[in-house]
């Protein structure tokens, strides 16, 4: 029987590596499938992997229908016998009953992928549904760190390294390079507690380089 999986974890868990595994053991079997993406940060139509992995995708935009998709190329004389979906937290809500509907009419396997929480700690739309909807939901076993070295549990979105709690849900950018100058727009794992303090990598950096007051008074 086809199942509707849901993979997630935090930013730097591996989501877009595992996805093009998943595709990649699949294809070597002789499954024929087809790859999904939407606001990669290596640009539209590819999933990109932080380990330098990527594959060609179809974009998914706000219109798209994967229900029509895979009918309209089944009754071409198409062959679908998988579907990788990579950012799925970028998804609405109706696609993923699209997806939903694709693996139950038509038994065909649904992979995935996606971060559960937006920069301010509320579930996207597509996540959300998916949770509510998925035969299984796997949390990824690579475990992201904040710069602290605890485990990471939050995305955090940064301007010039300051965190911030406000603007558009969706902006692409990337995780900071230790070793690079903070971009204008970047994201950064965190632990609960730093997040809820919005210390940063950055701004920890710099409290430790602050001099420290005279004993004086």
């Excluded at 595992?18 to 024929?32: F, I």
């Excluded at 939901?137 to 300051?162: D, I, P, S």
């Excluded at 919005?198 to 007051?213: D, F, I, N, W």
Aim: aromatic content about 8%.
């Amino acid at each position: 029987m086809a199942e509707l999986h849901f993979f997630t974890g935090t930013m730097d868990s591996g989501k877009s590596t595992l996805a093009l595994q998943t595709n990649h053991n699949h294809a070597a079997r002789g499954r024929v499938g087809r790859i999904f993406t939407t606001h990669d940060r290596s640009g539209a139509a590819v999933v990109s992997s932080r380990l330098g992995l990527t594959h060609d995708a179809l974009e998914v935009g706000t219109d798209f229908d994967f229900w029509a998709y895979v009918v309209t190329t089944l009754t071409r004389g198409g062959r679908i016998d998988y579907l990788i979906c990579d950012e799925a937290q970028f998804y609405s809500a109706d696609q993923i009953d699209q997806l939903a509907k694709v693996v139950d009419e038509l038994q065909i396997d649904v992979f995935a992928f996606g971060i559960l929480t937006d920069f301010r700690s509320v579930l996207f739309p597509g996540s959300a549904r998916l949770v509510e909807l998925a035969d299984r939901m796997n949390v990824l076993q690579v475990e992201a760190l904040c710069w602290c070295g605890k485990r990471a549990t939050h995305n955090a979105r940064t301007e010039n390294g300051a965190m911030v709690t406000d603007g558009e849900v969706i902006v692409v950018g990337d995780v900071e390079q230790a070793d690079e100058p903070p971009a204008d727009v970047a994201y950064e794992v965190l632990c609960r507690q730093h997040h809820r303090r919005r210390l940063t990598a950055a701004r920890a950096k710099a409290v430790s380089l602050a001099p420290e007051p005279l004993p004086f008074g």
